[in-house]
């Protein structure tokens, strides 16, 4: 896919997706989401990918639909709606990009840079880890335009934040600045603009330079599949065979002699073709 309004850029094992409708202030389209998906996708098909970090072109990340079209913009019957894919793409009914993005086996990076609303702002939910600029504002204003949180949003905020932030923040439609988000735990990180990339791409290489792919594709697959559940019974019967079929593994044999060692690990396992018999455990009867 030819991409029109993101960037997709590889540097060593560090994927950057930028948002690139700077003009707009990277307002989402269709068109966007559609190749969010695709990004994601094809990160998760290269094993020469181990992270990757969403930001945003010039001095927002995204400042919601593009409402350019006027009232009808969300009307999925209305020309240029952004309910809608452009000519020639799939129709992503509002979840394409959700779903490539948790389901992709790379951890991936939100370095919000600039003002994120609306689905601006539910894009990052299902990444891995958010860090904001000091600049940045992160706006849930669904109900200010008479919609509701889309994008998954009403299962991945409270997860995040905890149910009474997530319905303080939902309600209002308040936007909500990087000290407040940082004390909910909804951002990880808050810098400076001019050092927001650079911290990102410094947290993907600690990722990337000592985790194994296939340990990274598990275990944000386990944490955010169980996080919610009721006791710990399910999980039981997932970590421990796998804890057992790693264990036999060169993943765990190299990492073990390279602590042993004292250097740094070059796990041989890819996610491509080394994923353990157990993955995916979901929708198994």
Not at 33 to 40: I, K, M, Q, S, T
Not at 49 to 77: L, N, P
Not at 220 to 241: C, E, H, T, V, Y
Request: charged share 20%; aromatic share 8%; net charge negative.
């Amino acid at each position: 896919m030819a991409y029109e309004t993101i960037l997709y850029e590889i540097d060593g094992p560090v994927l950057t997706v930028t948002l690139n409708r700077p003009e707009k202030l990277n307002a989402y389209t269709a068109v966007m989401g559609a190749e969010l998906a695709d990004a994601f996708q094809r990160a998760d098909a290269d094993d020469d990918v181990r992270v990757v970090i969403v930001t945003g072109a010039g001095r927002g990340f995204c400042a919601g639909a593009d409402i350019s079209g006027g009232a009808g913009a969300f009307d999925s019957g209305a020309e240029g709606s952004v309910a809608f894919a452009a000519p020639g793409r799939a129709r992503q009914a509002g979840g394409g990009f959700v779903e490539a993005i948790f389901n992709c086996r790379k951890p991936s990076i939100a370095a919000i840079n600039g003002a994120a609303v609306g689905v601006g702002a539910t894009l990052t939910l299902p990444m891995d880890i958010r860090l904001a600029a000091e600049t940045a504002k992160i706006g849930f204003v669904f109900a200010r335009r008479g919609l509701v949180p889309e994008a998954g949003s009403a299962w991945f905020l409270p997860r995040l934040v905890g149910l009474p932030q997530a319905l303080r923040w939902c309600l209002t439609g308040a936007m909500v600045g990087p000290a407040e988000a940082h004390a909910a735990g909804l951002v990880a990180e808050v810098t400076p603009l001019d050092e927001l990339m650079a911290r990102a791409r410094t947290l993907a290489l600690e990722i990337a330079e000592n985790t194994a792919p296939v340990s990274i594709a598990l275990a944000r697959q386990m944490l955010w599949r169980f996080s919610g559940a009721d006791d710990p019974w399910d999980l039981l019967k997932i970590d421990g065979p796998l804890s057992v079929e790693l264990g036999a593994g060169p993943d765990v044999r190299e990492g073990v002699g390279a602590f042993l060692e004292k250097r740094r690990p070059r796990f041989p396992g890819k996610v491509s073709t080394d994923m353990p018999s157990a993955y995916p455990w979901w929708g198994k009867a």
